[in-house]
């Protein structure tokens, strides 16, 4: 790991003062929307946007590129935090490093790229609210104690490249009305975008070794990628009705296949078990839609 000795006074501008100076109840508040930026809600949304697929507002499709712009997210996070090395403030009740913060740069990946994906309510809105929700975010993070200003503007900054970056992988935006996706993603574009997670989390790996969570990441992008090129068409295309059956086989699918993925990535040891977690989950994960649904039309 890389260490770049940056004095904590030229990263502070008042921020640890102003936190500990607020109320409780204020603080109490932001504890609960900073959840907002939470990685593991974000992924259960995602998850659950996959399976239905537009019944909810963006296509399958759209989800996967959604799942897979999460995933890059986190190598880029965790590789930025090994590789600056900057502690959280000393208020902070969570330790480890706090350069760039993960949940300014998830949330801005995350609400930024449905912002931009979904085909419900006009677009501007979507835009505004995703805007709003990651100020939030990013603002709590900084309240409740465990980030500095820097560290959530730098997180934001990162996540907005980011986006601008993903999208350019594929078609350009193109507002046709008020309303629609701004970009539709190809299935050639969700594919590069799980290859790019993949070697985003393979760098990142470099300067943070034996990290969990971005074994995980790197075990999913890669199962991403070749469930994705094997069958992400036919699972694009598949109709999954909303129904007892599909929320008893898919909603619990969801649950076990998320606990388990989380659970591994929590208390195993083994780096082979972690990655093997991740990549046998996305694949399930991708293949769900075939197994709850049946097939309709081709993907592009």
């Not at 003062?17 to 609960?32: D, K, M």
């Not at 465990?146 to 907005?160: C, I, K, N, R, W």
């Not at 909603?251 to 990535?265: D, E, F, K």
Request: hydrophobic share 50%.
């Amino acid at each position: 790991m890389t260490t770049l000795l940056v004095p904590l006074s030229a990263r502070g501008v008042g921020e640890v003062g102003f936190a500990e100076s607020l109320p409780e109840t204020v603080t109490a508040i932001f504890w609960g929307l900073t959840h907002l930026g939470n990685p593991y809600l974000l992924l259960t949304c995602v998850a659950v946007a996959y399976l239905f697929g537009d019944r909810i507002g963006i296509s399958r499709r759209g989800a996967a590129f959604a799942l897979a712009l999460g995933l890059g997210a986190i190598g880029l996070t965790l590789g930025l935090k090994a590789f600056f090395g900057l502690p959280r403030p000393p208020i902070s009740y969570r330790e480890g490093l706090g350069f760039p913060s993960g949940h300014a740069l998830g949330s801005t990946t995350f609400w930024g790229g449905v912002a931009v994906l979904a085909h419900r309510g006009r677009w501007r809105w979507r835009l505004g609210v995703a805007g709003v929700v990651v100020a939030i975010v990013a603002l709590s993070r900084v309240v409740i104690g465990v980030h500095y200003l820097v560290d959530v503007v730098a997180g934001v900054a990162v996540g907005v490249a980011f986006l601008a970056a993903a999208f350019g992988l594929g078609p350009g935006f193109s507002p046709t009305g008020q309303t629609g996706p701004l970009s539709e993603p190809t299935h050639r574009h969700v594919t590069a975008l799980f290859g790019v997670a993949l070697l985003f989390g393979l760098a990142g790996l470099l300067v943070a070794p034996g990290e969990s969570e971005l074994l995980l990441g790197i075990g999913t992008s890669a199962g991403g990628l070749l469930a994705w090129q094997r069958f992400g068409r036919a699972a694009a295309a598949a109709t999954v009705d909303v129904s007892g059956r599909t929320l008893a086989i898919g909603g619990g699918g969801l649950a076990v296949l998320l606990g388990a993925m989380s659970g591994t990535a929590e208390l195993a040891d083994s780096a082979l078990l972690i990655l093997a977690a991740g990549a046998i989950g996305a694949i399930c994960l991708l293949g769900l839609p075939l197994v709850v649904g049946g097939r309709s039309g081709s993907g592009r």
